[in-house]
């Protein structure tokens, strides 16, 4: 009796497997059989092309019902030669093992056994075909990501090229392509596989013979996988049609946004192309629409910059300010502290481009530049709304932060993003864009600058020592609320677990300035951003890489993160 033959017997349908650990709801399942009964195909693969699941988790549950291993990207050949050594014994052609979508090779030049992949492990007639080709020899049958037997696949079929692949340049042709099962369920899988690895953004990026796929997670690209540059063409356009772009023009940069299901999940994603040497750079921005709303509590602050941040956003009128890069979670903390203070006893009103998520009980407005509808429009539009509290995504422009500046003297709550370095450098920026210093000193209340950084993985991190002069520095700035607590310094280390990064996850590190009288005064005399800075660290500023250390000695992350995150800054 054939494998396959063997795990026939199994107690448990793959639907009620996947049911059972909670991987699909009934719903996924019922669309599952509906799209098979219509168009046929493995269950399985159904359900990672409708997005009800990712191909990993799937893997996974095939491995426990069909008794076969799971083979990651390291285990598996990564030249033609084995593949080859295998067909050759075999005496069967090429071609034959081409068209079956079958792979063979040794593990090991010493073990008599084969190992087995294809895209239909559960095939009686090539289970029949392999007894008798090798009947003497014990065969493995494995499970492993469809785009790693793709890529088996392309360098079997292109062995005897020499590595040199064709491209394909006929839009029709790439259409064609990109509306074709391999391809949706490889773009469906990539997603997938980003979502489960709680990526922010997957990175498309051909170059000569290769295109890569890169992940970022917690701030930082990773390789995922490579692939021969002859693939990329129907990969990218597959992307761009799903996202409404024109897959016919490669030389101008595109964007536009698509809503999908992937991984269970329901995503809107920004993509963006790119027109580079070697053909289109394509980034994903992904924005899980039922993520829930990071609460402020949970951000990262420090006890005494909690007190303080939540005391400024309760005032009932001005500017508050969050700076920093693109990447640092400013719209995050807006988020938060929305619903901190949405008591629906005031209207609250935003404008943003784009909305990334939407509030409850919150008017939200998407400005549209590309029609002339700008930040300062929609601002204006707002103030006949009668709102107590403004949110505007970012300030841009002289005309935003003017509108803005007169919608806070005039009894509202005002809060938006700015790009700078750090909290003291804001002033300066918006006398920078021409408004007037006066206006400045009178309208900001108060500025936060914040960093993401890393979270040291709880199940590898090991105990650390710093520098004494780091040590010395954060115990002279601990918050009152830490200074009976013993420090806890740790370092990354590794594991499975975080992918041996070291770290899962980010938090916050702040800069928290108000505008005082003397600041004020350092405003209006246009003082240099230094001396602004000195002042405040006199009445009890603490500079992004202080609170940074703080986390280091609490044990969240680690110091050289911290001085990663604070690089740009300095200080």
């Not at 285990?75 to 295998?86: C, N, R, S």
Request: hydrophobic fraction near 40%.
């Amino acid at each position: 009796m054939s494998q396959a033959a063997q795990t026939a017997a199994a107690p448990l349908r793959l639907g009620e497997l996947l049911l059972q650990a909670g991987l699909i709801n009934a719903q996924d399942l019922a669309r599952g059989l509906d799209f098979q009964q219509r168009f046929g195909g493995r269950l399985g693969a159904v359900l990672v092309r409708i997005g009800a699941i990712s191909e990993d988790s799937l893997l996974l549950v095939l491995s426990q019902q069909l008794g076969l291993p799971v083979l990651e990207q390291a285990q598996l050949p990564q030249e033609a030669a084995p593949l080859l050594a295998v067909i050759e014994a075999s005496g069967v052609e090429k071609d034959w093992w081409l068209d079956q979508q079958i792979l063979l090779w040794q593990p090991q030049p010493e073990a008599d056994m084969l190992y087995c992949l294809a895209r239909d492990p559960l095939n009686d007639s090539l289970h029949e075909v392999l007894e008798r080709l090798f009947w003497q020899r014990p065969v493995t049958w494995c499970l492993a990501r469809n785009q790693d037997i793709d890529r088996l696949l392309d360098v079997l079929e292109h062995s005897d090229q020499g590595g040199e692949f064709g491209s394909f340049d006929d839009v029709g042709h790439l259409r064609e392509l990109a509306e074709g099962a391999p391809v949706v369920e490889f773009v469906n899988n990539m997603l997938s596989q980003a979502i489960d690895q709680r990526a922010s953004d997957v990175h498309v990026e051909p170059e000569d013979r290769q295109f890569y796929v890169r992940y970022r997670v917690d701030g930082v690209l990773h390789e995922h996988l490579s692939l021969p540059r002859e693939r990329f063409g129907a990969i990218a356009s597959r992307i761009k049609l799903i996202a409404g772009l024109d897959i016919a023009e490669r030389r101008l940069p595109q964007d536009g946004r698509l809503n999908i299901r992937v991984s269970g999940q329901e995503l809107d994603i920004r993509v963006s192309t790119l027109p580079g040497v070697h053909g289109e750079s394509v980034v994903m921005r992904l924005l899980p629409k039922e993520r829930e709303t990071s609460r402020l509590e949970q951000l990262g602050f420090a006890p005494d910059h909690y007190q303080l941040f939540t005391q400024w956003v309760g005032e009932p009128h001005g500017i508050i300010l969050v700076t920093g890069p693109t990447g640092s979670g400013k719209s995050t903390t807006l988020y938060a502290t929305l619903d901190a203070i949405n008591d629906r006893k005031r209207k609250i009103i935003t404008v943003e481009d784009p909305v990334e998520y939407q509030l409850p009980h919150v008017t939200q407005v998407q400005a549209h530049s590309d029609i002339g509808y700008s930040f300062a429009q929609a601002l204006r539009a707002i103030l006949r709304q009668d709102p107590d509290i403004i949110m505007i995504g970012e300030i841009r422009d002289r005309e935003t932060a003017e509108i803005a500046i007169q919608a806070s003297l005039t009894g509202h709550m005002v809060l938006s993003t700015l790009h700078t370095n750090d909290s003291v450098s804001a002033f300066t920026r918006l006398i920078d864009m021409g408004v007037e210093p006066f206006l400045v000193a009178t309208s900001v209340r108060a500025v936060q600058a914040q960093r993401l950084v890393r979270v040291l993985c709880p199940h590898c991190a090991t105990p650390s020592e710093p520098l004494p002069e780091i040590v010395a520095a954060t115990q002279s700035i601990l918050p009152l609320q830490f200074k009976d607590m013993p420090p806890n310094w740790k370092q990354a280390q590794g594991c499975e677990q975080c992918r041996h990064s070291g770290y899962r996850g980010r938090v916050g590190i702040y800069e928290l300035t108000y505008l005082t009288p003397e600041l004020q005064s350092c405003v209006l005399q246009r003082t240099h951003a230094r001396q602004m800075r000195d002042l405040a660290s006199q009445q009890g500023y603490r500079t992004l890489r202080q609170d940074g250390w703080i986390k280091a000695w609490q044990g969240i992350t680690s110091v050289e993160e911290v001085l990663r995150a604070t690089e740009s800054t300095g200080h």
